[in-house]
């Protein structure tokens, strides 16, 4: 075969081979799978996906929470009281593919599912608590004690859509715990409780991690 043959030919390969890989996808907003679930995410800099508050329940404080936002740019945001070592403002910085693994994690959980019901109780003696029905129970539950710390989720999606449901738009689900990690010792029988309660973790590594500045 000719030299001219031969480059021609490996030309043709290439440009075939350029032809089938796919396109990236658009920045301005994630789609992805958990499972069969399917569900986006904003990527805009100023939407707020992702929200994690701790509340201490023996501390009286006038705000003892502290408050972690998660920006659709990655950008991470955390608001300490007052009187903790960290106060005020604190940010720091998640890759595109750690925010994806964060917001796959809460849908993991099945927070969208949770009913607080189910967890939560103000019965402040620590009785057996009902669980609920359907195909996202958790069981029978403990229900928490007066100074039990109290942890809020909060996440935001463009679209979401669990298998045999029709997709949803501009869901926002806001999920409160008490103890969560008191119930994750007690009821490790419970995967949708010991997801959650993993969940959480990656929340307190980001808010005790070094990587965190104070805004200017």
């Known amino acids: 075969m000719s030299y001219q043959s031969w480059k021609a030919l490996s030309c ?55 408050r972690l936002s998660v920006f659709g740019d990655g950008r991470v945001l955390v608001d300490f009281p007052a009187f903790s ?12 593919d750690e925010l994806d693994s964060l917001v796959r994690d809460l849908v993991a959980a099945r927070v969208m599912e949770f009913d607080p019901a189910t967890l939560d109780s103000a019965n402040p003696q620590a009785s057996p608590a009902s669980g609920s029905s359907g195909p996202f129970a958790l069981g029978p539950m403990r229900t928490h004690t007066a100074d039990a710390d109290r942890v809020e989720f909060v996440i935001r999606l463009e679209t ?11 869901v926002e689900k806001r999920l ?41």
């Open 12 to 66: 043709l390969a290439l440009g075939a081979l350029v032809a089938v890989l796919p396109m990236a996808a658009p920045a301005q907003n994630q789609d992805l799978t958990q499972g069969q679930t399917q569900f986006s995410y904003s990527r805009d800099a100023t939407a707020v996906v992702v929200q994690y508050l701790r509340t201490p329940g023996e501390l009286e404080a006038e705000d003892p929470t502290t």
């Open 85 to 96: 070592v960290r106060s005020g403002l604190h940010q720091t910085r998640l890759s595109e």
């Open 160 to 170: 979401y859509a669990p298998p045999g449901s029709p997709t949803a738009e501009d």
């Open 176 to 216: 409160v715990v008490h103890d969560l990690q008191g119930l994750r010792r007690q009821h490790p029988d419970i995967p949708a409780v010991t997801r959650l309660a993993v969940v959480e973790r990656r929340f307190i590594a980001l808010i005790e991690g070094d990587s965190l500045e104070p805004q200017p």
